[in-house]
């Protein structure tokens, strides 16, 4: 490569120095590299950033399992979509079913991270067996209703069950459904036990109560009022509100079990139930939750 050709130019005291062709198109080469890859970092740098964002909300992500009394089906459905609005990389799983057959789930050594049971009674027992990381936090109280999905319920009343052209009743199983427990003791306190009991089908817990009168297994059953105002019933037939002072309350409450003691999305989802969106979600289900059951 020749050597570059320099000069004084005293008139001005600057040094002017002039290269080779071929040295002038190897600058010129280097400097589009050199802006290429600052045009590179300056693309990369915003990606990196959200790259960034990403891995530390999915290291803050967390997993809860809940147990959760099949009255709150809808109701909870609904909780679990407004927490993930402000929580999506969280990942919650509710599993339904009877309160009584979670609380020996949970004995056994069953996965579940919270546990909310339509009996305030079996987390209450589970924390004084040292299976809680929590005290028993109630949140509801449920009702029972007369519900049809072909007769207008809305006329009836406990009495109407002994009509002949009735020959089925759903009620959910007594012996492990707080629901079906409430039912019974309805039933009793009026006399109508003995008449209506030949006449009675068991639901495992009290969704699957409803679905024998929904599909027509049932002419009618003793639900959760807060199943039969879900659209999808609520559509289907009327429903008649049985007087609470037939039973015992329905007094519910939850917990978050020991497995899940270290469990910060199960803390947080836990104070999350006391919020204002899910108290009114609640609500409109037709639980009266503790504080207005307080005032009354």
Same mark, same amino acid.
């Given at each position: 490569?020749?050597?570059?050709?320099?000069?004084?130019?005293?008139?001005?005291?600057?040094?002017?120095?002039?290269?080779?062709?071929?040295?002038?198109?190897?600058?010129?080469?280097?400097?589009?590299?050199?802006?290429?890859?600052?045009?590179?970092?300056?693309?990369?740098?915003?990606?990196?950033?959200?790259?960034?964002?990403?891995?530390?909300?999915?290291?803050?992500?967390? +997993?809860? %399992?809940?147990? !959760?009394? @099949?009255?709150? /089906?809808? *109701?909870?459905?609904?909780?679990? $979509?407004?927490?993930?609005?402000?929580?999506?990389?969280?990942?919650?799983?509710?599993?339904?079913?009877?309160?009584?057959?979670?609380?020996?789930?949970?004995?056994?050594?069953?996965?579940?991270?919270?546990?909310?049971?339509?009996?305030?009674?079996?987390?209450?027992?589970?924390?004084?067996?040292?299976?809680?990381?929590?005290?028993?936090?109630?949140?509801?109280?449920?009702?029972?209703?007369?519900?049809?999905?072909?007769?207008?319920?809305?006329?009836?009343?406990?009495?109407?069950?002994?009509?002949? +052209?009735? %020959?089925?009743? !759903?009620? @959910?199983?007594? /012996?492990? *459904?707080?629901?079906?427990?409430? $039912?019974?003791?309805?039933?009793?306190?009026?006399?109508?036990?003995?008449?209506?009991?030949?006449?009675?089908?068991?639901?495992?817990?009290?969704?699957?109560?409803?679905?024998?009168?929904?599909?027509?297994?049932?002419?009618?059953?003793?639900?959760?009022?807060?199943?039969?105002?879900?659209?999808?019933?609520?559509?289907?037939?009327?429903?008649?509100?049985?007087?609470?002072?037939?039973?015992?309350?329905?007094?519910?409450?939850?917990?978050?079990?020991?497995?899940?003691?270290?469990?910060?999305?199960? +803390?947080?989802?836990?104070?999350?139930?006391?919020?204002?969106?899910?108290?009114?979600?609640?609500?409109?289900?037709?639980?009266?939750?503790?504080?207005?059951?307080?005032?009354?």
């Amino acid at each position: 490569m020749k050597l570059a050709e320099s000069y004084i130019n005293e008139a001005v005291g600057e040094w002017h120095i002039t290269l080779p062709e071929t040295d002038v198109v190897a600058c010129e080469a280097k400097r589009a590299s050199m802006g290429r890859r600052l045009l590179h970092m300056k693309f990369l740098h915003p990606l990196l950033v959200v790259c960034l964002l990403l891995l530390a909300t999915t290291a803050h992500a967390g +997993k809860v %399992t809940i147990a !959760a009394a @099949a009255d709150l /089906k809808f *109701a909870m459905d609904e909780i679990v $979509a407004t927490f993930k609005k402000t929580n999506p990389a969280d990942e919650v799983e509710v599993i339904y079913g009877s309160s009584g057959k979670f609380y020996a789930q949970i004995q056994q050594g069953a996965p579940y991270d919270l546990y909310f049971s339509a009996d305030i009674g079996f987390p209450r027992e589970l924390v004084k067996a040292g299976f809680a990381a929590s005290g028993v936090r109630p949140y509801a109280f449920g009702r029972i209703v007369l519900w049809s999905a072909s007769l207008d319920a809305s006329r009836m009343t406990l009495a109407s069950l002994t009509d002949p +052209k009735i %020959t089925r009743i !759903a009620i @959910a199983n007594p /012996k492990h *459904a707080p629901y079906g427990k409430r $039912a019974e003791e309805a039933l009793r306190a009026s006399g109508l036990w003995e008449k209506v009991e030949p006449k009675l089908v068991y639901g495992e817990n009290i969704a699957h109560t409803a679905q024998f009168v929904q599909t027509g297994n049932a002419q009618v059953g003793i639900i959760a009022l807060s199943l039969a105002l879900n659209p999808e019933l609520a559509g289907k037939g009327g429903y008649w509100l049985i007087p609470a002072t037939l039973h015992e309350p329905l007094e519910q409450g939850f917990i978050i079990t020991k497995r899940a003691e270290g469990n910060a999305l199960a +803390k947080r989802f836990a104070d999350y139930m006391d919020s204002q969106a899910a108290r009114a979600v609640m609500v409109r289900y037709g639980f009266v939750l503790p504080r207005d059951a307080a005032g009354k």
